[in-house]
T-cell receptor
Framework: GAVVSQHPSRVICKSGTSVKIECRSL??????MFWYRQFPKKSLMLMAT?????????EQGVEKDKFLINHASLTLSTLTVTSAHPEDSSFYIC??????????FGNGTRLTVT | QKEVEQNSGPLSVPEGAIASLNCTYS??????FFWYRQYSGKSPELIMS????GDKEDGRFTAQLNKASQYVSLLIRDSQPSDSATYLC?????????????FGTGTRLQVTL
């Protein structure tokens, strides 16, 4: 149980385009989802907390207009990287929490911007 | 600023030995502590969680928490080559759904044959 599906697993896009990443909780309802970014050999950095039916809460230094988060239902949150640039290339990971404190992670999305 | 610190390693141990991974945190009000294992290119997977001072054992893994020293550790007994991965320490400052995790930079463990 408690499976989080993240799609796509890999994406390559050209600079200036936008990319949408989906995060779905398959067998539980997630009122809160978290989006992380991880650069090579670095730790996970929390980008934003996604709340169902309300605006996301962004961490300091994360541009909300560049990283658009939508949490329209209890099982789906999306992250859209707008006008992507090479420095946005990273590993993006979503996670969701069920009724307990444990976080369930998606498999991550490797974004490469050329 | 909330910080979670780990030695980046690599920590190299022979197969069958005990691997000891350490983590310190700066926020005294931290309440929940987690160890995640992450293989290269993959998402983290939860190994252990611990909430109160002392030891917690699960199979070959033992988590140790000392809130007074702001220190949490993970021991892996009978280390196997498949344990080779990066181990992330994560700390939350509240319990339940309101909490969010702060991760350390991870310690890379290499188990040698």
């Amino acid at each position: 149980g408690a499976v989080v599906s993240q799609h796509p697993s890999r994406v390559i896009c050209k600079s200036g385009t936008s990319v949408k990443i989906e995060c779905r909780s398959l067998d539980f309802q997630a009122t809160t989802m978290f989006w992380y970014r991880q650069f090579p050999k670095k730790s996970l950095m929390l980008m934003a907390t996604s709340n169902e039916g309300s605006k996301a809460t962004y961490e300091q230094g994360v541009e909300k207009d560049k990283f658009l988060i939508n949490h329209a239902s209890l099982t789906l949150s999306t992250l859209t990287v707008t006008s992507a640039h090479p420095e946005d290339s990273s590993f993006y990971i979503c996670s969701a929490r069920d009724l307990g404190p444990r976080l369930h992670f998606g498999n991550g999305t490797r974004l490469t911007v050329t | 600023q909330k910080e979670v610190e780990q030695n980046s390693g690599p920590l190299s141990v022979p197969e069958g030995a005990i691997a000891s991974l350490n983590c310190t945190y700066s926020d005294r009000v931290s309440q929940s502590f987690f160890w995640y294992r992450q293989y290269s290119g993959k998402s983290p997977e939860l190994i252990m969680s611990i909430y109160s001072n002392g030891d917690k054992e699960d199979g070959r893994f033992t988590a140790q928490l000392n809130k007074a020293s702001q220190y949490v550790s993970l021991l892996i007994r009978d280390s196997q080559p498949s344990d080779s991965a990066t181990y992330l320490c994560a700390v939350a400052t509240a319990t339940g759904t309101a909490s969010k995790l702060t991760f350390g930079t991870g310690t890379r463990l290499q188990v040698t044959l």
